[in-house]
């Protein structure tokens, strides 16, 4: 075993007990606590999401219980499936050397940002990772063996089973049949798969399995396609004059790292291999192409999310270890990726670190301190037992929910979230509620819905004698829903 490895091996560990750190020193983050919430009420789709997160948590919590650790369980299986699949590609790509590629993948991948802290916390992102990861090594396989004469179908439509569970985790892995489309169709090599039947039939397969969410839209109105598509492609006026785009690309270099962006521009220049290696390297330019650039569009008119593109990232990672190169840029990356780790972890177990330089970090910020207020608000239920519980937002919401191990919760916001399809309104009129609200999302538009609105406490968070935020638990008397 070389020096090199044996240092890789040590930057993976440091990075998983990071990981590890993390789970047990931060409690379900707001977004993590809606998830599970889903989990809860089992359905065949959701507003915000597809459904398969919600089912996997649903069988988790019936597995395992309701404990501190539940939440991000799937996260370890998520990220063993994805190394399970870099030693194939080892094998594959480097069968000489296969521990070499395996530590410097491992390296390079939980050394990118993105990649370490989305496996890392139970977002969605987890599991479409894996998913997306396993079914392009599947579809890899079929056209490795397609283009050497071999007609075996069983790798194609693991690859579309995959691919179709990777949708109903999020939308934007649709883009990842794109890129197998985009794959297909620029190669001469491949064309003839173009009057193959089974391509067909793996395609339907693939959107055959998208209709628990068909059905779900159809019954709500197309809720959730009309979010996507209409709601958030809004404000179009403003966004080239924050430019949105320009920030989209920043946002890039950081959470790839400024180094593995700088890799980027040597994939068109690089070695030109064979065999399988080469197809990776297709699928590098096919789904980060594809994604890139339609995001590229989006950010024309919406601010767009750093994990929005994440089909883009993943289809980097097969080849990435030939452009970062052994030296330099590859130890650089590292480092970054090392530094940006650490510096997360503390952000989300220690203290909101952008709270000591700048504006208050009101997201981070309202990720602590829910203990303190589950104890405040589990006495003030005891002084109003007939009050119904709720929040000025959906994470505050499930975040209470989730410490008071019940999903009897709703949210008061102006925004549509689940709860809005959750909660029977007309059903509560009339009675009295416990409503935690915050300075990001104060209690305003909740007054409006009571006839009185009383503020019972303010519970203040604090970490190393340092103010983290403030919480305030109002009671509302005799609702009288207008939403």
């Known amino acids: ?78 990220l063993g499936t994805t190394l399970a699949v870099f030693w194939s590609w080892a094998r594959r790509i480097m069968p000489e050397n296969p521990q070499d590629y395996f530590w410097r993948t491992t390296t390079l991948y939980l050394a990118t940002p993105i990649f370490w802290l989305m496996s890392t916390i139970a977002f969605n992102d987890y599991l479409l990772i894996a998913m997306a990861i396993v079914s392009a090594h599947f579809f890899l396989v ?20 995959f691919l179709g569970l990777a949708v109903l985790t999020k939308y934007n892995g649709a883009l990842l049949g794109l890129a197998f489309a985009a794959m297909v169709l620029s190669s001469r090599a491949t064309w003839p ?16 399995m998208q209709a628990p969410v068909l059905w779900w839209n159809l019954t709500e109105g197309m809720a959730s396609f009309n979010f996507h598509l209409g709601t958030r492609l809004t404000g179009s006026t403003a966004s080239l004059a924050y430019g949105y ?80 190169g052994k030296r330099w840029l590859f130890w650089l990356h590292t480092a970054f990726g090392l530094a940006m780790a650490i510096i997360l972890t503390a952000n989300f177990t220690l203290y909101p670190l952008a709270n000591l330089v700048g504006p208050k970090d009101w997201g981070t910020s309202a990720n602590f301190g829910w203990d303190e207020l589950a104890v405040a608000v589990s006495q003030e239920q005891a002084a109003h037992p007939d009050a119904f519980l709720g929040a000025t937002r959906y994470t505050y919401a ?44 104060p209690i305003g538009f909740a007054q409006t819905q009571f006839a ?18 403030d919480y305030e638990i109002w009671l509302g008397e005799s609702y009288r829903p207008t939403e």
């Open 245 to 324: 785009p320009l920030v989209y690309l920043a946002n890039m270099a950081l959470v790839l790292s400024p180094f593995l962006f700088i890799a980027l521009f040597r994939y068109p220049f690089g070695p030109k291999p064979t065999g399988f290696e080469a197809n990776g390297r297709r699928f590098a330019f096919a789904g980060f192409g594809v994604s890139t650039l339609v995001f590229l569009a989006v950010s024309f008119f919406v601010y767009v999310f750093f994990y929005w593109n994440i089909i883009g990232y993943i289809a980097l990672i097969p080849v990435a270890f030939r452009y970062l």
């Open 142 to 161: 079929f056209l490795t063996e397609w283009e050497a004469g071999i007609r075996r179908h069983i790798p194609l439509y693991l690859a579309a089973l």
């Open 452 to 469: 009185n609105m009383t503020l019972l406490r303010t519970v203040t968070i604090s970490r190393f004698d340092q103010p983290v935020t």
């Open 193 to 208: 798969l173009l009057r193959n039947p089974h391509l067909y039939a793996a395609g339907l397969l693939s959107v055959a």
């Open 398 to 441: 499930a975040q209470i929910g989730y410490k008071l191990r019940t999903s009897d919760v709703t949210s008061f916001n102006t925004l549509t979230d689940q709860y809005d399809f959750w909660t029977d309104r007309q059903a509560l009129a009339g009675r009295d509620a416990l409503i935690i609200a915050d300075g990001a999302w």
């Open 1 to 78: 075993m070389t020096r090199s490895i044996r240092i890789m091996q040590g930057v993976v560990a440091v990075l998983i007990v990071l990981k590890l750190w993390f789970d047990i020193a931060t409690p379900p983050m707001g977004d993590e606590s809606y998830y599970w919430m889903w989990g809860q009420r089992l359905e065949l789709s959701y507003f915000d999401h597809p459904p398969l997160h919600a089912w996997l948590l649903w069988l988790t919590e019936k597995l395992v219980g309701w404990h501190w650790w539940s939440v991000r369980a799937l996260t370890w299986f998520c």
